[in-house]
């Protein structure tokens, strides 16, 4: 147990971060993280840990999430980390929601890339077998989204 609880503590934020990109909305995210630990433990305790794995949990709980709501979750996202002076913590929550603003205009998928690339620390292999396609496709399918949101953002 003591070897999950470093596995939490290690990946939790990565995890939550990955969420927040995705659903836009801090309350689902931390719900998706809570709930993606409680799965991997209850199902796969057995098994040596990845984060591959935890990470593909916490995508398919988004994916029913979102069917379930049959809408796009809404932006309303706090600062990830809030700032001291008064100021940079409006400016910091204004580039975020640009930046969020910006993501929910790609597709899906270039969403769900994005977000994996960026959050969760995977190798492009990992993120391949988890969109089951080749390495080479996956970078491809990054360089692309990071293009498109560059265009959005200026």
Known sequence: MDKFRAFYLENGGRLYHFLLRK????????????????????????????????????????????????????????????????EKKYIEKEEARRVLDAMKQLSPEERDILALVVSSGLSYADIAAIHQCSETNIKVKVHRARKKLRQLLT
Do not use: M
């Open 23 to 86: 659903s836009c909305n801090s309350h689902v995210a931390n719900d998706l993280v809570q709930e993606s630990f409680t799965r991997y433990l209850e199902k796969y305790k057995n098994r040596e840990l990845s984060l591959a794995l935890l990470f593909t949990i916490g995508r398919n709980l988004f994916h029913d999430y979102i069917r379930l709501q049959k809408h796009d979750a809404s932006l309303d996202v706090e600062p990830v980390e809030p700032a001291s002076d008064q």
